[in-house]
C-alpha cells in the first residue's frame, strides 16, 4: 500500500482517541446500532440496475444513459457496483474508488486525511477505522472536461453505517464540474450515512460540486468535508435537500489559502416531516484577495427543526472579502428555524465582512399584487416560493427543478 505504515498509524491513532467523541452540533447517534455488512454485484450498465435502485438514482440526479456525464461512479451500501470513464475522456481525467486509488498510487498519502481530520469527532474516526469505498476523482492539468462526472451512493438495507472516503483533485488549471447524489432505495431503511470528502483546487483550477439528497424519515447522517484551495482557485458548492431525513449536520471547512481563490456556497433546504436539518459552512480566509460567499434560501415545513449557519473567517492582514445571505420562511406554526450567521475578523484589518440574515412568511403584499393579476392565491404562494428557492445553479438537471416545484406547489397553500 503506498500509504506510509508511519501515516497509517497516526490515523489509526487519532481516530481510536475520538471514537466517542460527540460532535459540537446535532444530535448524538449510536453508532453501535449499525452494524450490519452488505455487500453487492456489480452491475455492467446503470440500466441494468434495479428499478427502486434505478430510480433513487434518478431522483439524485444519475443520468442513466450517460449521455451528459464523462463518467460515473456509484455505490450501493458497502459494494462499489459500477465505475465508468467516457472513452473521450481517457487521458483527462480519473474516477475509481477512493481504495483502488490508495493503491495505485504513491502520492495519495499527501491527500489523504489533511484537510479532514480523522479525530474530529466519532464520525471522523469511525470512517478512519471501518471505511467502505467513496470515490477518488482527479482531472489532468490544464484539461476542462465538457460534461460532468456524476458519482451516486446509494443504500438498500437496513442497520448500516455506509461510512465513504471521497478525494478530488483538480491539478493546476484545470477545471472539473461534479455531480453526486446520496439517497436511498428502501424508503423505510434505518441507518446512518457517514461521508468525509477532502477536495483540492490547485493553482488556477475550477471545481463545481454539485450535492443532492434524498434520504428517509429513520436515516441519519453525517458528512464531513474539507477543501483546500490555491492561488487563483475557484469553487462553488451546490447543496438541495427536499425531503425529509432524520437529522443531518456538516458544515464544510473551505480553506481559501492561495492569494486570489474564491469560493461559494448555495445550499437549498426544504424541511418536512420531523426532520432535524444542521447545515452550514465554515470559509477561512487565509490569502491576500480571497473572496467567499455563502447563499441559504430555507423553508421549514411540517414539525421541522432547521440551523442554518455561516461562518466567514479572515485571517489574512491583506484584502479580502466575504458576505453572508442566510434567508428563510416558516410554513409551519410547528416548525422551528435558526439562522446563525457569524464573522470573525483574526487581526484582519483590510477585511471586509459583511452578512444578511431573515425569517419571515411569504410576503402578503407580494400575494396580493400576483393575485390582483389574475392569479389564484396558491398559485401566487407557489410562484413567490419557487422563485425564492431559485438560485440558477449552473448543470443542475431540470427534473429538480420541477422537483422542487411539486414539492412546493403541495405544500405552499398552508403557508399563509
Given amino acids: 500500500m503506498p500509504i506510509s505504515e508511519k501515516r497509517l498509524s497516526e490515523i489509526k491513532s487519532l481516530a481510536n482517541a475520538a471514537r466517542e467523541k460527540k460532535a459540537v452540533f446535532g444530535p448524538d447517534v449510536d453508532l453501535e446500532r449499525f452494524k450490519e455488512f ?61 481504495d483502488n486509488a490508495i493503491e495505485m498510487f504513491d502520492w495519495i498519502e499527501d491527500y489523504f486525511w489533511r484537510v479532514v481530520k480523522p479525530d474530529q469527532d466519532k464520525y471522523t474516526a469511525a470512517v478512519a477505522l471501518n471505511p467502505t469505498h467513496g470515490y477518488f476523482m482527479r482531472v489532468f492539468p490544464n484539461q476542462h472536461v465538457e460534461y460532468p462526472l456524476q458519482a451516486c451512493l446509494l443504500v438498500d438495507e437496513n442497520n448500516i453505517s455506509q461510512n465513504v472516503h471521497n478525494i478530488i483533485i483538480v491539478e493546476e488549471g484545470a477545471s472539473l464540474n461534479v455531480i453526486t447524489g446520496c439517497s436511498l432505495s428502501k424508503n423505510d431503511a434505518e441507518g446512518i450515512h457517514l461521508g468525509i470528502s477532502e477536495f483540492y483546487v490547485k493553482k488556477g483550477a475550477s471545481l463545481t460540486f454539485t450535492m443532492i439528497h434524498n434520504w428517509a424519515d429513520n436515516f441519519d447522517v453525517r458528512p464531513r468535508t474539507g477543501v483546500y484551495l490555491e492561488e487563483d482557485a475557484r469553487y462553488v458548492n451546490n447543496y438541495i435537500l427536499l425531503k425529509p431525513v432524520k437529522s443531518i449536520q456538516s458544515a464544510p471547512n473551505v480553506y481559501l489559502a492561495g492569494k486570489n481563490a474564491t469560493a461559494q456556497f448555495n445550499n437549498v433546504i426544504y424541511g418536512l416531516g420531523n426532520s432535524y436539518i444542521d447545515l452550514g459552512s465554515k470559509m477561512y480566509l487565509d490569502a491576500p484577495n480571497t473572496r467567499a460567499e455563502s447563499i441559504a434560501r430555507t423553508i421549514a415545513a411540517d414539525k421541522s427543526i432547521i440551523y442554518s449557519r455561516g461562518d466567514m473567517i479572515a485571517r489574512t492582514k491583506d484584502f479580502c472579502m466575504a458576505h453572508l445571505d442566510c434567508r428563510g420562511i416558516v410554513f409551519s406554526k410547528e416548525a422551528t428555524m435558526y439562522a446563525i450567521p457569524a464573522l470573525v475578523s483574526e487581526g484582519s484589518v483590510k477585511a471586509h465582512l459583511s452578512h444578511e440574515a431573515s425569517i419571515g412568511p411569504i410576503s402578503q ?52
Avoid: C, W
Avoid at 459494494?79 to 481517457?90: A, D, F, G, P, R
Avoid at 410562484?383 to 405544500?411: E, S, V
Fill in 365 to 416: 403584499e407580494q400575494v396580493e399584487y400576483l393575485m390582483s393579476r389574475g392569479i389564484e392565491k396558491d398559485d401566487a404562494v407557489s410562484l413567490i416560493t419557487t422563485g425564492f428557492l431559485n438560485l440558477n445553479i449552473p448543470y443542475i438537471p431540470a427534473f429538480i427543478d420541477n422537483k422542487i416545484r411539486d414539492i412546493i406547489n403541495a405544500t405552499a397553500k398552508d403557508a399563509l
Fill in 38 to 98: 452488505v455487500k453487492r454485484d456489480k452491475v455492467e450498465s446503470l440500466t441494468s440496475l434495479k428499478a427502486q435502485t434505478m430510480e433513487a438514482a434518478i431522483m439524485s440526479g444519475m443520468d442513466i444513459k450517460e449521455e451528459t456525464r464523462s463518467g460515473s461512479f456509484v455505490q450501493l451500501n458497502h459494494s462499489v457496483i459500477y465505475e465508468s470513464l467516457n472513452e473521450k475522456y481517457k487521458g483527462q481525467l480519473q474516477i475509481m474508488s477512493t
